[in-house]
């Protein structure tokens, strides 16, 4: 096993699908444009964690009719959700959360539970690289 070969590999695959993302994202504010260069993506890309973040945010924005009509509220929060639980050290998608369930679901409450259970894993975080130090 060519150990070399592997990273090499693992490095332009990311490369290639971070490109793919940064020539998607300007279109963010053009959804007649967005919607259908999301559909003609590969599943390597589209079960990307920047892509499917990319996703939920692109869903807020939606203005046609026809579109929104696609997806609910929920589906938004799914994508949040996975996200977390996939990357649970990812504390970008916990705020993402948060701030959905509580600006757009207007969920105070669970926010907040959200929020508490974001402060303990950042705590246990603080305490691995504390030790560290000692």
Do not use: C
């Not at 998607?24 to 892509?51: A, G, N």
């Not at 939920?56 to 509220?73: G, I, P, T």
């Not at 369930?101 to 894993?121: G, H, R």
């Amino acid at each position: 096993m060519d150990i070399k070969y592997i990273i090499e590999t693992f490095r332009k695959a990311h490369e290639s699908i971070e490109e793919t993302i940064e020539n998607i994202k300007p279109l963010y504010s053009d959804e007649q444009q967005l919607w259908p260069q999301l559909e003609k993506l590969s599943v390597p890309v589209l079960i990307h964690e920047k892509l499917i973040n990319f996703l939920a945010d692109s869903m807020q924005m939606v203005n046609d009719e026809e579109r929104f009509k696609s997806f609910d509220l929920e589906d938004i929060k799914t994508i949040y959700q996975l996200l977390v639980e996939y990357y649970p050290n990812n504390i970008q998608y916990r705020l993402d959360l948060i701030g959905f369930v509580y600006n757009v679901l207007d969920n105070e409450k669970e926010a907040s539970a959200l929020a508490n259970e974001a402060v303990k894993m950042m705590d246990t975080k603080r305490t691995e690289f504390v030790r560290f130090l000692k």
